[in-house]
């Protein structure tokens, strides 16, 4: 038979660590919040031998330098009082990669969505009410606001070789009469523009008889254009609200009062649109006015504006009050008319937009 090779007893070394732990000496004290390290691998288990063995008394006590065969040095020199554990820090950026409180500029593009000054739109509600859903894929609705947008720009580039460059940066959209889809065309042309590239869109509600163009976009009404031409003291791009649509913000119509129209056509009117104009060399200002044969406040607006864009009813508005409304906005040279709420007829050529609307002009 072959021999069988004695087993080796443990050493005096190996039978002390099962009884101390060495390793406590050079152990991180443990610190307040911070995880415990993951366990170590288990060692092999020892048989202890058929006979007990003394294990020499070792006085704790007196141990107080590192252990042999570690270096002082081996240990970095960290103090957890001076740097709490697990704290996040932004010391590690370099500068001129962090937002600076004046970078507004930066803090208001699509790029950074989400902050407290950037008013939410509701996508949800343009849905239901059948407006353009910024983001969303491309309808009909959206092709139809494509050519008549193109219109407005192509007129906006003649005026500025004209030399009117002010006026060319402005639109007024309005209707000869009541619920003909004027604020859904506003809205809607607004969301259009601000999807080209190198426009920023700023649309004003100037209806101060009936505002709707905040409560269309889901967003709540504030101070705007009436409260900065009441006060002088009032920076009226202060109270423009920057939306988290890109290049889309909007200029609620304010504080209502009795003597809107003369405060509408003084001469405060004109320093407050040369205000936003010169705020953003890029930005085309889109007024939505009141019915020109509803309220006179149309007809002072046409006077700031290189082009006007009435939304004319197929179904209701008559040739005579077309007539009438485009003769109260002879102060514009250049009026357009967009034919709202026309019968689609498979086939056939379709100007303007269409869709079923509802007695106030909207779906």
């Known amino acids: 038979?072959?021999?069988?090779?004695?087993?080796?007893?443990?050493?005096?070394?190996?039978?002390?660590?099962?009884?101390?732990?060495?390793?406590?000496?050079?152990?991180?004290?443990?610190?307040?919040?911070?995880?415990?390290?993951?366990?170590?691998?288990?060692?092999?288990?020892?048989?202890?031998?058929?006979?007990?063995?003394?294990?020499?008394?070792?006085?704790?006590?007196?141990?107080?330098?590192?252990?042999?065969?570690?270096?002082?040095?081996?240990?970095?020199?960290?103090?957890?009082?001076?740097?709490?554990?697990?704290?996040?820090?932004?010391?590690?950026?370099?500068?001129?990669?962090?937002?600076?409180?004046?970078d507004d500029e930066f803090l208001?593009?699509?790029?950074?969505?989400?902050?407290?000054?950037?008013?939410?739109?509701?996508?949800?509600?343009?849905?239901?009410?059948?407006?353009?859903?910024?983001?969303a894929p491309i309808g009909p609705l959206a092709e139809e606001f494509r050519l008549v947008k193109r219109q407005l720009i192509i007129t906006s580039q003649r005026l500025v070789e004209?030399?009117?460059?002010?006026?060319?940066?402005?639109?007024?959209?309005?209707?000869?009469?009541?619920?003909?889809?004027?604020?859904?065309?506003?809205?809607?042309?607004?969301?259009?523009?601000?999807?080209?590239?190198?426009?920023?869109?700023?649309?004003?509600?100037?209806?101060?008889?009936?505002?709707?163009?905040l409560g269309r976009l889901g967003l709540s009404e504030g101070p705007g254009l009436l409260d900065a031409l009441v006060d002088g003291s009032i920076d009226v791009e202060s109270l423009v609200m920057r939306t988290d649509v890109p290049h889309l913000a909007v200029l609620p119509c304010g504080t209502r009062t009795a003597n809107d129209t003369e405060l509408l056509a003084s001469a405060r009117t004109r320093a407050v649109v040369q205000r936003?104009?010169?705020?953003?060399?890029?930005?085309?200002?889109?007024?939505?006015?009141?019915?020109v044969l509803a309220a006179s406040p149309a007809s002072v607006l046409a006077m700031l504006a290189g082009q006007v864009m009435m939304v004319v009813r197929a179904d209701r508005t008559p040739e005579s009050e077309v007539t009438a409304a485009v003769a109260l906005l002879d102060a514009c040279d250049h009026i357009q008319l967009v034919l709202n709420s026309v019968a689609f007829v498979p086939g056939s050529r379709r100007?303007?937009?269409?869709?079923?609307?509802g007695k106030d002009g909207a779906p």
Request: hydrophobic share 40%; net charge negative; aromatic share 8%.
């Open 351 to 357: 100007f303007g937009y269409y869709g079923k609307y």
């Open 108 to 135: 208001a593009t699509e790029y950074s969505p989400g902050f407290s000054d950037v008013a939410m739109v509701d996508r949800a509600m343009l849905a239901e009410n059948g407006m353009i859903v910024p983001g």
């Open 1 to 102: 038979m072959k021999s069988t090779r004695p087993r080796r007893e443990p050493s005096l070394l190996e039978r002390a660590a099962n009884v101390y732990d060495f390793q406590s000496y050079v152990r991180v004290p443990e610190v307040r919040d911070v995880p415990a390290a993951p366990p170590m691998a288990e060692e092999p288990e020892w048989t202890p031998p058929a006979r007990p063995v003394e294990v020499p008394t070792i006085d704790t006590a007196s141990i107080d330098t590192v252990p042999p065969g570690l270096m002082a040095h081996d240990e970095p020199e960290f103090s957890y009082a001076d740097h709490p554990p697990f704290e996040p820090s932004l010391s590690g950026i370099p500068a001129e990669f962090l937002a600076q409180p004046g």
């Open 162 to 213: 004209g030399g009117d460059e002010d006026k060319a940066r402005v639109v007024l959209v309005c209707s000869a009469r009541p619920q003909d889809g004027k604020t859904f065309c506003s809205v809607n042309l607004a969301l259009s523009l601000a999807a080209e590239r190198d426009t920023e869109v700023l649309l004003i509600d100037a209806d101060v008889a009936k505002p709707d163009v």
């Open 276 to 291: 936003l104009l010169s705020a953003n060399p890029r930005r085309l200002v889109i007024f939505d006015s009141p019915p």
